[in-house]
């Protein structure tokens, strides 16, 4: 079975610290899993820290968006 891997914890040393911010929890709830047997993740997008429950005019989900850059092998 291929090992997955966090593409943050990969490039950035880390997840981000919050993807989810609403009334009911402030945490990191969201993750971008890879398998090194396919793929090599090249960057990942800054996740911004956020100051405001969600969803609300400037993030209209109750969830920041994560995205990631890979080649494939």
Same mark, same amino acid.
């Given at each position: =079975? %291929?090992?997955? #891997?966090?593409?943050?914890?990969?490039?950035?040393?880390?997840? &981000? %610290?919050?993807?989810?911010?609403? $009334?009911?929890?402030?945490?990191?709830?969201? $993750? =971008?899993?890879?398998? @090194?047997? +396919? #793929?090599? &993740?090249?960057?990942?997008?800054?996740? +911004?820290?956020?100051?405001?429950?969600? &969803?609300?005019?400037?993030? &209209?989900?109750? +969830?920041?968006?994560?995205? @990631?850059?890979? @080649?494939?092998?």
């Amino acid at each position: =079975m %291929a090992t997955s #891997l966090s593409s943050f914890v990969v490039l950035q040393g880390g997840e &981000p %610290a919050v993807t989810s911010r609403n $009334y009911l929890m402030n945490d990191s709830v969201d $993750y =971008m899993w890879y398998t @090194a047997e +396919h #793929l090599t &993740p090249l960057c990942v997008a800054e996740v +911004h820290d956020i100051e405001y429950k969600m &969803p609300n005019i400037v993030y &209209p989900s109750d +969830h920041v968006s994560l995205w @990631a850059k890979y @080649a494939l092998k």
